[in-house]
Structures are given as C-alpha cells and as structure tokens.
C-alpha cells in the first residue's frame, strides 16, 4: 500500500485548506477492517493524531480538541480520503501525514491514536500571518 499526500501549503491565520490522501492497493490486498487517517507533526513535538474513517461504514473517529474545525471524509473512489481545515491558526503548523491503520485498535477522546500500517509521506501545513 502507498500513500499520496497533498494539499498543503501556506494558509494565513482563519484560512481553510483540505488536505488529500490517496491509497494505492496492490492487487489482492485486502484493507478490511481499516482506518485511513491523519496524524501531525509540528515542530518540537510529538506526532499527534488527528482523525481517521472507517472503510466499513465510514464511521468518522476524532482528535476531540479538533472535531468541529477538521473534518474528515471520503472521495468517491473510496480510497482517497480527505481533511477540510478550517479557521486554521499559527499552531496548526505541522507536517501532516496520511495513514492506514487496524480499525480495531482506534482510540479516540482526547486523543486519537490507532496501530499503523503503512504511512504516507508528509505534507508541510504552514500558517502565518
């Protein structure tokens, strides 16, 4: 599995951006029971998840601190799957990135983690006035 990651950029304070994550599946390889998400990193701190989607029945899994400003859905083609960010501010600055993990072990609250599998390259989010 590959994962394809874009729509970052540069964004002002209040800015909206949607992020893009797109699977690429070898022939045969099955991705049930998953959960394609998002996770980032900013600057000097820990990687931290944001949301993932379920491909069962696109049950939505958040961040709680980000639910209501990021929002979390899937394409038509089912394997791309995106971020709208909304309202963005300077501690949105991050590198983003997509991943697919086991549905079974999301974790959701206060923070939202799940067991990875494959990882997408990051997508540089950066907000400044």
């Known amino acids: 599995v590959q994962l394809q990651a874009s729509g970052g950029g540069l964004a002002r304070p209040g800015w909206s951006l949607r992020l893009s994550c797109t699977a690429s599946v070898t022939p045969g390889f099955s991705l049930d029971s998953s959960c394609q998400g998002w996770f980032r990193q900013a600057p000097g701190k820990e990687r931290e998840g944001i949301a993932c989607?379920?491909?069962?029945?696109?049950?939505?899994y958040y961040r709680d601190s980000l639910r209501g400003r990021f929002t979390i859905s899937r394409g038509e083609t089912k394997t791309t799957v995106y971020l709208q960010m909304k309202d963005l501010q300077p501690e949105d600055t991050a590198v983003y990135y997509c991943a697919i993990g086991d549905l079974q072990t999301v974790e959701y609250g206060a923070a939202l983690e799940y067991q990875v599998a494959f990882w997408g390259q990051g997508t540089l989010v950066t907000v400044s006035s």
């Open positions: 989607i379920s491909d069962l029945s696109d049950g939505t």
